[in-house]
């Protein structure tokens, strides 16, 4: 999809740098899921957090057990809304 993370570069404290398939590109702060719940604990670990990948569209943190929707990445990185196609939605 338009959307899915085909690059990533960290910058500083909790933000990277996301380019798109659609060439879009931005900054996301992640600051808010560090803070909450328990499976981003361990990315309060700055180390840790540094050592993220791209794995099927998104950003992946200790091989695969954190990650988070590439939609919710592209929305914050980019300050655009996502809207989909209800028609595109329905299977079957």
């Known amino acids: ?4 993370v085909i690059d990533a570069v960290y910058i500083e404290e909790d933000r990277i740098k996301l380019k798109f398939t659609n060439g879009k590109t ?3 702060n992640l600051a808010d ?3 909450e719940g328990e499976i981003f604990k361990p990315l309060k670990s700055l180390e840790i ?11 992946t943190w200790n091989n695969g057990e954190i990650d988070i929707a590439p939609e919710t ?5 980019t300050a655009e809304k996502i809207v989909f196609d ?4 329905k299977v079957g």
Do not use: C, P, R, W
Not at 1 to 4: A, E, L, P
Not at 86 to 89: A, G, H
């Open 49 to 59: 957090f540094k050592k993220f990948s791209v794995d099927y569209g998104t950003l």
């Open 26 to 28: 931005g900054i996301v």
């Open 86 to 89: 209800e028609k595109v939605q």
């Open 33 to 35: 899921y560090i803070s």
């Open 73 to 77: 990445l592209y929305e914050k990185a």
């Open 1 to 4: 999809m338009y959307f899915n």
